[in-house]
């Protein structure tokens, strides 16, 4: 049961354009999203997340878009940079559980050209 | 503040042997959840342990066991290892939500297991 889905497994853009990076869910009850990075050969780490009580969320050349009505998210990168290369996760946590148990989707690899 | 810790990086392990991985989450947090992450699966969770109780677990059959130290440290093991469960397996730390509102798991870099 793909809760969190990424339907572009690639992505290639050029160094100085922007990177969009999408995530769609299905599960309503979704209150928080996260972007994760990923480079070969190292975990995951954290990037960027959005509460639902947002629809916007920005941090330097990162930022989240959250549309509830859609369940969509996005990821902008601007301008993208050849060290932003990685695989990139969106994930959404269960919602009101004792724990932590999240979904992630599968993942787009995105590649900056020089 | 030292991060998440996994052992064995890297290891390789023949049809129907078993494995057992290990992790040491952030100093302080109490919760540990395991994730497989196979091509095209993305981030699959298997379970997670707080203060040395399972609290959560996914679907994966009962060959993916674990368990968790008074030290926080917790271990995984799979049994009669299958082709399929080659995979970078992954331990989260996780400090709860945050007052901010902050909700977020640290990962180790992984144990990549090969299993021919």
């Known amino acids: 049961d793909q809760q969190v889905k990424q339907n572009s497994p690639s992505l290639s853009v050029q160094e100085g354009r922007i990177s969009i990076l999408n995530c769609d869910y299905t599960?309503?009850?979704?209150?928080?999203f996260l972007w994760y990075k990923k480079y070969p050969a190292e975990g995951p780490t954290f990037l960027i997340s959005?509460?639902?009580?947002?629809d916007k969320n920005e941090d330097g050349r990162f930022t989240v878009f959250l549309n509830k009505s859609a369940k969509h998210l996005s990821l902008h990168i601007v301008p993208s940079q050849p060290g932003d290369s990685a695989v990139y996760f969106c994930?959404?946590?269960?919602?009101?559980?004792?724990?932590?148990?999240?979904?992630f989707g599968t993942g787009t690899s995105l590649t900056v050209i020089p | 503040k030292a991060g998440v810790t996994q052992t064995p990086r890297y290891l390789i392990k023949t049809r129907g042997q078993q494995v057992t991985l290990s992790c040491s989450p952030i100093s302080g947090h109490r919760s540990v959840s395991w994730y497989q992450q196979t091509p095209g699966q993305g981030l699959q969770f298997l379970f997670e342990?707080?203060?040395?109780?399972?609290?959560n677990k996914g679907n994966f059959p009962g060959r993916f066991s674990g368990r968790q130290f008074s030290n926080s440290r917790s271990e995984m093991n799979v049994s009669t290892l299958e082709l399929g469960d080659s995979a970078l397996y992954l331990c989260?730390?996780?400090?709860?939500?945050?007052?901010?509102?902050?909700?977020?798991?640290?990962f180790g870099a992984g144990s990549r297991l090969t299993v021919l």
């Open positions: 342990y707080f203060s040395e109780t399972q609290r």
């Open positions: 959005i509460s639902s009580i947002k």
């Open positions: 989260a730390s996780w400090a709860g939500i945050l007052s901010s509102g902050a909700n977020v798991l640290t």
């Open positions: 599960n309503s009850m979704f209150d928080y």
């Open positions: 994930a959404a946590p269960l919602p009101r559980s004792t724990g932590n148990q999240f979904y």
